[in-house]
């Protein structure tokens, strides 16, 4: 190994040590070692995560074992089964096809939300991080500071002036009372701008500016290509969220209904049907989990170069 790289690597005394070696006739070799990326985790490690995976898929295997159930195997046991029986599909087939509860139409609208949504979020929260990450204008800080504060405030607060203001629009039991707040948050432009401010070099932003781009030209053909990993773990993060509001379409929501508001429509006057009720918990998870299933290497690559650039 030259040393000029040692010195590049490990500073001025590795390449004193280095030299002193090489005129004795044992300079420095590099070798590369099998265990170079470090050690291999232990056992330790491994019961570790498998207690937290464990924790983690336990929830939606319970769903699924009181959805394939009855209504009198429940009453008798706490885990009727080990694994899910044909019920879970009857079941299934059972929400699908009540009419009461309209369940395509409000797959429909959770779809339409959530989608929306997920876009909006990605697209404004990039370009704001983009313009806090490597823009400069006057109380750029300030302003920083106070989106990232409002982050503290709970969201409950806000229900009472937030109502009153959709009731003021007409969005009273329209999907654009669920869409129209939510198409920016603090968090997607905290991420966003973390992540721009290491990933997008000033050079290519120069370089852009030197050719006649514009601000707005510079932010699509750019900063948003750069952006591509951390923004498809915020969309992947606030489709999942959106997905399973509940509380805010419960205050603005009367005729319309989305697919978490339709799992309490199951139960009776009286008596509620807990296996038909965990069949439609589980079938309102399955579409996430197949995005997981599907997406899950994106999103791990997204929230490492996050962590990284971050």
Do not use: C
Not at 92 to 98: F, H, L, Q, R, T
Not at 281 to 288: E, Q, S
């Amino acid at each position: 190994m030259s040393t000029p790289l040692i010195e590049n690597i490990s500073g001025p005394a590795a390449k004193k040590y280095a030299q002193r070696r090489a005129a004795k006739g044992k300079p420095i070799r590099f070798k590369p070692r099998e265990d170079s990326v470090g050690p291999r985790p232990g056992w330790v490690t491994y019961a570790l995560l498998s207690i937290v995976l464990i924790a983690s898929v336990f929830p939606l295997y319970y769903t699924a074992i009181l959805g394939s159930s009855t209504r009198t195997e429940i009453a008798q046991s706490a885990l009727p089964r080990l694994f899910p029986g044909p019920n879970l599909l009857d079941n299934i087939i059972a929400i699908v096809s009540n009419h009461q509860i309209d369940f395509w139409m409000s797959a429909l609208n959770s779809i339409i939300v959530a989608v929306v949504v997920s876009a909006a979020t990605v697209f404004f929260s990039t370009l704001a991080g983009f313009s806090f990450a490597k823009l400069g204008f006057r109380g750029k800080n300030g302003l920083y500071v106070f989106v990232i504060a409002t982050l503290v405030i709970p969201m409950q607060l806000g229900t009472v002036p937030m109502f009153i203001m959709m009731n003021e629009f007409g969005w009273i039991d329209s999907l654009a009372a669920l869409i129209v707040p939510s198409l920016v948050g603090a968090f997607g432009v905290f991420w966003m701008t973390q992540y721009l401010k290491e990933a997008l070099p000033y050079e290519l932003i120069e370089a852009a500016r030197v050719d006649g781009a514009s601000v707005l030209r510079t932010f699509w053909s750019i900063a948003l290509p750069a952006a591509r990993p951390a923004a498809a773990t915020l969309a992947l993060f606030t489709f999942v969220g959106s997905w399973n509001e509940f509380f805010w379409p419960s205050v603005v929501l009367r005729s319309q209904k989305t697919l978490p508001l339709v799992i309490p429509q199951l139960s009776g006057a009286f008596t509620a049907d807990h296996a038909l009720i965990m069949s439609g918990v589980f079938l309102i998870a399955l579409p996430l989990l197949v995005a997981f299933v599907f997406l899950g290497k994106q999103l791990v690559a997204g929230v490492m170069a996050g962590a990284v650039k971050g």
